[in-house]
Every structure is written in C-alpha cells, then in structure tokens.
C-alpha cells in the first residue's frame, strides 16, 4: 500500500475526530489495532513453492522438500 493511501487515510479519520470525536476515536482504536496485529503477527518466514511448508526467511533450502530457492532467480517468493 502506498504511503499517500496511508496518509490520506490518517487525515480521514483525523478530520472525522475533529467532526465527530465518537465515531473517530472508533476509527482510531480500528486503525491502530489493525497496524499492532499486523506488526505483532508478521512473519519471518515465506511458503515453499514446492510443498508448501514455511521456510525462515534467509534459508537457501527447503527442509522438507530441498527445494532450492537460488533456482528462482531474483524473483522474490511472495505469501
């Protein structure tokens, strides 16, 4: 997400705080709970192509399958 989304999104909910305090301290406690679970439950490590199973981020090879990651080029594996 682009940082003029993020931002044009604060301003929103910072304008309805102003207009509507209820309804924007709401939308605040929403917006910050979001960023602190996804912060919280972020992951450090990413899928195997393969098989599926969660390889720590750093780790060239797949412990379960030995799939190596260096055969995908610079193309990074997404979630």
Not at 5 to 20: D, E, R, S, T
Not at 37 to 54: A, I
């Amino acid at each position: 997400m682009s940082h003029k989304k993020i931002f044009g999104g604060a301003m929103v909910i910072l304008a309805l705080g102003f207009i509507a305090p209820l309804w924007g301290g709401i939308l605040m406690l929403i917006a910050f709970s979001y960023v602190f679970l996804s912060w919280l439950l972020r992951s450090d490590s990413r899928p195997c192509p393969r098989c599926g199973g969660r390889v720590e981020n750093g780790v060239m090879e797949c412990p379960r399958c030995a799939f190596d990651f260096q055969t995908i080029g610079s193309s990074r594996v997404s979630e």
